[in-house]
Structure formats: structure tokens, C-alpha cells
């Protein structure tokens, strides 16, 4: 049973900086997708960026490109989503995803946790 837990979320002023966590556990990730997605309130789902486990390729969101760095820590089974620069703007909750390779529908998804960025 694949389980996504995400942590780091909070209240921070527009400029700083947070790094949200996603703990993976319930099977092998070595050949998976991992992703971050947010949803702001009345908004839909939106992609914000994606790892390879396996090649450590990414990819990001023009909203969030060098300001979001997407990570992750093989020994700990762990994707980490350091964001600076935060605009009130990239409040929503944030989701963390997994998908079987880099093809398939993301079809794993954490509870989410939320970012919220006073002005």
C-alpha cells in the first residue's frame, strides 16, 4: 500500500520560504514519478513540479521556476519541495503525487498541507 505523507506547511510572510516534505513508503520508488501539486481556494488542482526518483530529472511550473526546487533524499524515501521568494499568490494546499513512470496518470496523492503566504 503506497502512503504519501507531507509535512512542512505553515504561515510565512511574502519573501521567505518554506520547505514542504513528502515522506514515501509501501513499496520501491526507483523507476516512479514523484510530484508536487497545489490548490488555492475556488482554483483547481495545478501542477507545480515533478522528480524522476531514478534520473533525478525535473520539471517545473512557469509560475514557480527559480523560486521552487524539487528534491529528493533516496535513503529516506523522501521528495522535498524548497520554496523561496513565496507570493501570496502560492497560497493553496500542496499535494505531494506519485506515479508509476513518467507516462502514467498520477494515481497516488497525500492528504496535503497548507501554505498560506500573508502580504
Known amino acids: 500500500q503506497v502512503r504519501l505523507v507531507e509535512s512542512g506547511g505553515g504561515l510565512v510572510q511574502a519573501g521567505g520560504s518554506l520547505r514542504l516534505s513528502c515522506a514515501a513508503s509501501g513499496r520501491s520508488f526507483s523507476n516512479y514519478a514523484m510530484g508536487w501539486f497545489r490548490q488555492a481556494p475556488g482554483k483547481e488542482r495545478e501542477f507545480v513540479a515533478t522528480?524522476?526518483?531514478?534520473?533525478?530529472?525535473?520539471n517545473y511550473a512557469d509560475s514557480v521556476k527559480g523560486r521552487f526546487t524539487i528534491s529528493r533524499a533516496n535513503a529516506e524515501n523522501t521528495v522535498y519541495l524548497q520554496m523561496n521568494s513565496l507570493k501570496p499568490e502560492d497560497t493553496a494546499v500542496y499535494y505531494c503525487?506519485?506515479?508509476?513512470?513518467?507516462?502514467?496518470?498520477?494515481?497516488?496523492w497525500g492528504q496535503g498541507t497548507q501554505v498560506t503566504v500573508s502580504s
Open positions: 503525487a506519485a506515479k508509476i513512470d513518467f507516462f502514467a496518470t498520477y494515481n497516488y
Open positions: 522528480i524522476m526518483w531514478g534520473s533525478g530529472y525535473t
